[in-house]
């Protein structure tokens, strides 16, 4: 019965979503961000349990994209990087909670 069936336009909001975001280690690094004023490439591989490589990727579309801030120096001549998220990437990343929200609480069976 169509009264039976869940409304196709509760994830109308999906369309809308943040697909740079969307991606688990992503959402994942901006989270912990978030939670953080800045924090080094070994503290966010050590809680994310992403490799070097994958969390270099993952950093770079995300400071591509405006939402992370890198900053790269040495420190006893190895490399260290700190990342910090950005005004535009806590914006981004409330829009994305927002509309992740509107999509599931307006599903029901």
């Not at 019965?1 to 869940?6: C, I, K, L, R």
């Amino acid at each position: 019965m169509a009264g039976d069936e869940p409304q196709g336009d509760a994830f109308r909001p999906l369309t809308d979503i943040d697909r740079l975001i969307h991606e688990p280690a992503r959402l994942m690094i901006l989270s912990f961000l978030e939670a953080v004023d800045s924090a080094d490439y070994v503290f966010l591989m050590r809680v994310s349990g992403l490799t070097w490589g994958n969390l270099s990727s993952h950093m770079t579309k995300l400071e591509e994209a405006g939402y992370v801030t890198v900053k790269k120096e040495f420190l006893n001549k190895k490399p260290h990087s700190m990342a910090q998220l950005t005004l535009q990437g806590k914006q981004a990343l409330e829009a994305y909670r927002l509309v992740m929200k509107k999509a599931l609480e307006g599903y029901s069976l």
